[in-house]
């Protein structure tokens, strides 16, 4: 059974850029959610996606987006950066279940924006 | 809408005495609650969770928390602490309100275990 993988774990963006996060899905599950944790602070809910489509989402600006493609992979995109998008992002897959048992959490990727 | 407060942000044990890590909820309905833990560059890691079973919850590593509802609060515990707990350590709450399974994250507590 393998994992949830992150790419890249480290990257230096400048304010104003865009930047891709991937993260592939523990095998079977098919819902992907990520979060992004800023320093000294706990991770703070971005959306969800199931099954391809958003399914839920916080409290962040539409430039926040993201994508699930058939192998339930997935992708966050983050337009015009800002100093504040600096934090780590947490990709999580699972099974749509209401225990909220079934979460299985990637290394994450530290993003720096200068 | 659901959130825990963590009412400690650095508590600070000495090897093999006990661990108290506390968190107190809100929500407007019967929760799920967990304790997550996360060491320095790893993910985050699901030590136990309580989903309207068993009040007292056993982890793993010896962790163990309990639920009461008459105070509102989930605070994790272990007997004796080791090394190797030193870490941050988050209790969350899940959540359905935004037709999606989140989890709400409190904002941690970080454990130092002094030698």
């Known amino acids: 059974e393998t994992g949830v993988t992150q790419s890249p774990t480290h990257l230096i963006k400048t304010r104003g850029q865009q930047v891709t996060l991937r993260c592939s899905s523990q095998s079977g599950h098919n819902t992907v959610s990520w979060y992004q944790q800023a320093l000294g602070q706990g991770p703070q809910f971005i959306f969800q996606y199931y099954r391809e489509e958003e399914n839920g989402r916080g409290n962040f600006p539409p430039r926040f987006s993201g994508l699930q493609f058939p192998n339930y992979s997935s992708e966050l995109n983050v337009n015009a950066l800002e100093l504040d998008d600096s934090a780590l992002y947490l990709c999580?897959?699972?099974?749509?279940?209401?225990?909220?048992?079934?979460?299985?959490f990637g290394s994450g990727t530290r993003l720096t924006v200068v | 809408a659901q959130s825990v407060t963590q009412l400690d942000s650095h508590v600070s044990v000495s090897e093999g005495t006990p661990v108290l890590l506390r968190c107190n909820y809100s929500s407007s309905y019967s929760p799920s609650l967990f304790w997550y833990v996360q060491h320095p560059n790893k993910g985050l890691q699901l030590l136990l969770k309580?989903?309207?079973?068993a009040t007292l919850v056993k982890g793993i590593n010896g962790f163990e928390a309990e639920f009461k509802k008459s105070e509102t609060s989930f605070h994790l515990t272990k007997p004796s602490a080791h090394m190797s707990d030193a870490a941050e350590y988050f209790c969350?709450?899940?959540?359905w309100g935004t037709g999606a399974n989140n989890l709400f994250f409190g904002t941690g507590t970080r454990l130092t275990v002094i030698p």
């Open positions: 969350v709450v899940s959540d």
């Open positions: 309580y989903t309207s079973a």
């Open positions: 999580a897959s699972s099974f749509p279940d209401r225990s909220g048992y079934g979460y299985t």
